[in-house]
């Protein structure tokens, strides 16, 4: 592995930790805790672990120690996020602190390496290459849910022969999920594996009361930020694009916020606010083309726009939409294959409802190509695919078209469309993730330590210095509710959307007026290692304005 | 303007400068120069200051001065590259050095805002408003190229208004070369106004023995490299991903070859190479395809490409289409306007020579279309706007779908598209682009204080620690030579192509191998500005293959 200067310099890097963490801890439970929704039902389903307490850990006298060896087994679930290495690397040092002779074990490419029981040792010479670097590749991840009792038996096959008696799985919600079930399961049957897991998603819809944060997510936030905050200077020199960005977050529209609040664009859309007002794909065309005329009578034809990744889906007309299609395929796929080519579309509006087929006729050409043919394996629309800022950028244009034959805009309209994602789930992690997951994992073995199972590790307080950061675990039924799911009610945990009411978005309202007319443009720059501790250390704006407020954030 | 943290803690950056520009100074001048070619043309052309010497600044006793103030205008010319602000602080530094009493003015938008008279005054608390930071928004950019009697005159007017008695013009080749007509034409008329160049593109492609390299490069393939590193670390961690990612660099392979040489590529394309060994597009489709397959025989159905923006342009046969497209559509517009949609493909195939015709079949549909539908507004093909990356991957999907059914491949393909370009032309320097571009502007103000002009500032030796780097002028003849622009022989700038014959792409050739087939990803992270010397001043390493060779370079 070839090693660039900066990874050479940042391997040595010692993440900063709670101060609790520092020495030996003794586990404070609180009292019982109840699900976050439909609790008879989660109760049920979890008999074993439902209902257990918080825990916080408290220092206490003396080394941190266990008599015996504790051999731990630790999966990469689901998309890449920032930190994940650091996470490992925490679990790592904190059950060699336990006991010397402790090893780590890590199932390749996701929940598939414990079913096909594909693994290898994490030795100190594995996890010193990878402390405070980007990506999974430490031991891989992948996509394959953990669901079923073959598969857990399967899994406890390989974890028995390694003498594995705790398991960390860092996943997103799902992943999160899967493993409360997985943890319930082996309590049940009296296993003797214990499981926690570890909040991972750059998309920032992980969270609660209890996590403030998914790892991951102020990396990512940064890198766009730093790449959209060089469009805005790009734009404002030379002053005649319009730059439509789509930045990642499939259900949730927290990168896009955050990166709003990081870089002031003069426009942001927020999927959850479309939903919540019921706008039509048209109102957002129309708000977008009105701040652009707005803009161009003040001889500005420029701009950036900030669109996440989920937006599609949360507008309540193209979401019917999309059912309908569905549903269409689901039964006329065959009739619609004779259907001659050029003819399709036409096809596909004679056959949808009035409302429907209004509003499949007004996509452009290539967004309802995409519509009718892209479909995955199951014949649903692969949303991901379409593309929502050339989408916009095209409806937008022709509406500024009928406005410039109504008299109604006479400024210049040229776009430039971007989509970050890729960029920034593989990113070394800032000193925030750095140091948040170094403690997430440290914070894991310590559970671990505690026989604890069922838990989320947990680490909060986090705009205060490392020092002053608590620890402990969650409980993850505590998270969970009941939702349909392909056509079933399953336990999961609660999805964090955008709150309307949260100081984020509250702040982010009561600014973008002025950033939409004003050029109130900021540049963050790239994510700094080693300057000052108010460029290198900062928490996002997100979390920074849910614990301390618009006014201290900003003052 | 609403500040980030780093901005803030950026601004107060100190570049690092050649000892002798720290104090008074003495014009060193060598012995008379030829142009680069067609002497007796560009002597004929330009016979006031044809055959300037090179100019090499020396320490001189005493303190850096002029009896009188000295009035300077600047100009902005073309596409944004990183550093531009600090040429103008360096150039504002200079003259207040050389006289406290000196004043700057730009001219904006561009060498519009010369003709047209648009200027501000740039005082001290401007220029420190700007110290370090990206784009050019200080006084903005623009394209109107200068050529004219008519502009030069008009230009004149304001400059001897404001008492001008220098102008920089900070550009790319052609900005540079327009420079050149107007420091000999107002020397002609003895107008008293020098002309200064600078040499700025991101391109890399202005560069020759006198000037090593144009500003902007460093960073900008930096903030690339980055981003390519981050999605090779992604790339490696999910492993079921190729990625197309195309790079800004219209007429050369520079920015892609850096690029590679930052971040170990499976592929990189070089449109150099792919004209001179005189490579058909399936030429390119099939080596892509062949490693493709290679890697998929040890089983890693992923890796990352970097093509170049211009390539399409490169490739011998595609030019060929081309040129008879624009004959076709100059002459046979019209009658191509009645053809049907559906027909028109079928139409231009019909019309083309059978070689063409062919080439042109061959094409996936959307690039068909964009080669028929998009024209400048003289009728040419819109070369820039061909999403080469799509263009590749597609073709390359079905070339393995051939290969599939032949048995000889049994890989998955599964392919993201990405291309950098606005995302790095306004970064924020770099040190080594904060270092350079203020060293040349001050460097201009030296020029001017000597009296000079048709010289482009000069900064050499700039792999050694800038206390060592050499500062002095290049006369603009000596880079000239003769070519056909629009159909008439004009006095250019020679475009500097990527040498096959060089060290950076020599050392690229003898590592390609193994890169295509070994993973030897490297992540070179973002730009730092406060670590460690070895991470945050390294040159590119282009200019250290150039200056130090491979094995210094690589040791």
Chains 1, 2 share one sequence.
């Not at 519509?371 to 199951?378: C, F, I, Q, V, W």
Request: aromatic share 8%; glycine share 10%.
């Amino acid at each position: 592995m070839t090693k660039s200067a900066l990874q050479i310099a940042r391997a040595s890097y010692k993440p900063k930790m709670p101060e609790v963490l520092k020495g030996n801890i003794r586990i404070k439970e609180g009292t019982a805790t109840e699900s976050a929704g439909d609790q008879e039902e989660i109760k049920k389903l979890f008999p074993n672990i439902y209902g257990l307490p918080i825990l916080d850990f408290v220092a206490d006298e003396g080394q941190p120690g266990m008599k015996d060896p504790i051999n731990v087994g630790v999966i990469l679930s689901g998309g890449q996020a920032p930190g994940g290495h650091n996470v490992i690397a925490g679990i790592y040092d904190g059950i060699k602190r336990l006991h010397s002779e402790s090893r780590l074990y890590g199932f390749i490419l996701g929940p598939s390496g414990l079913i096909n029981h594909e693994y290898k040792e994490l030795t100190g010479d594995i996890i010193d290459e990878y402390r405070n670097t980007g990506g999974f590749d430490i031991i891989g991840s992948g996509r394959t849910k953990l669901e079923t009792k073959e598969q857990f038996d399967k899994g406890l096959e390989i974890l028995k022969k390694l003498d594995i008696r705790a398991l960390v799985i860092i996943g997103g919600d799902d992943s999160n999920t899967n493993a409360c079930v997985l943890a319930e399961y082996y309590q049940s049957i009296n296993a003797g594996v214990q499981v926690i897991g570890c909040p991972k998603t750059i998309d920032g819809d992980l969270k609660n009361k209890q996590i403030e944060t998914s790892f991951g997510f102020d990396t990512a936030c940064k890198v766009y930020s730093e790449l959209i905050g060089n469009i805005e200077r790009d734009c404002n020199s030379s002053r005649k694009y319009w730059h439509f960005i789509k930045v990642m977050g499939r259900s949730a529209s927290h990168i896009a916020l955050e990166c709003a609040l990081q870089t002031h664009p003069n426009i942001c859309i927020i999927s959850e606010e479309i939903e919540a007002k019921k706008w039509s794909l048209d109102d957002i065309v129309e708000y977008i083309a009105g701040i652009i005329a707005n803009r161009a009578e003040q001889g500005l034809n420029f701009g950036t726009i900030i669109i996440p990744e989920g937006l599609i889906e949360f507008i309540p007309a193209i979401k019917k939409l999309i059912e309908e299609l569905n549903d269409f395929f689901a039964h006329s796929s065959d009739e619609f294959n004779l259907v001659r080519r050029s003819q399709q579309r036409d096809y596909i509006i004679s056959k949808l409802s009035p409302e429907n087929a209004k509003i499949y006729a007004s996509l452009p050409e290539k967004v309802a190509k995409q519509l009718a043919l892209d479909r995955d394996p199951h014949g649903n629309v692969q949303v991901s695919m379409i593309q929502t800022e050339e989408l916009l950028s095209q409806m937008v244009g022709k509406k500024l078209d009928e406005w410039t034959n109504e008299g109604k805009y006479k400024g210049k309209f040229s776009a430039i469309h971007h989509f970050f994602g890729y960029e920034g789930r593989s990113a070394a992690p800032s000193n925030y993730d750095a140091d948040y997951c170094y403690s997430l994992g440290y914070t894991a073995s310590m559970l671990i330590a505690g026989g604890k199972t069922g838990y989320m590790a947990s680490v909060r307080n986090t705009t205060a210095p490392a020092d002053k950061w608590i620890a402990g675990g969650i409980p993850i039924t505590m998270m969970m509710n009941m939702e349909r799911r392909s056509g079933k009610m399953k336990p999961v945990i609660r999805k964090a959307l955008v709150e309307l009411e949260g100081a984020p978005f509250r702040y982010f309202k009561s600014q973008r007026g002025k950033w939409a007319i004003e050029t109130d443009y900021v540049y963050p720059g790239p994510i700094q290692y080693f300057g000052p501790v108010e460029v290198c250390d900062q928490p996002t704006k997100t979390l920074q304005l849910e614990q301390k407020g618009i006014q201290m954030t900003f003052l």
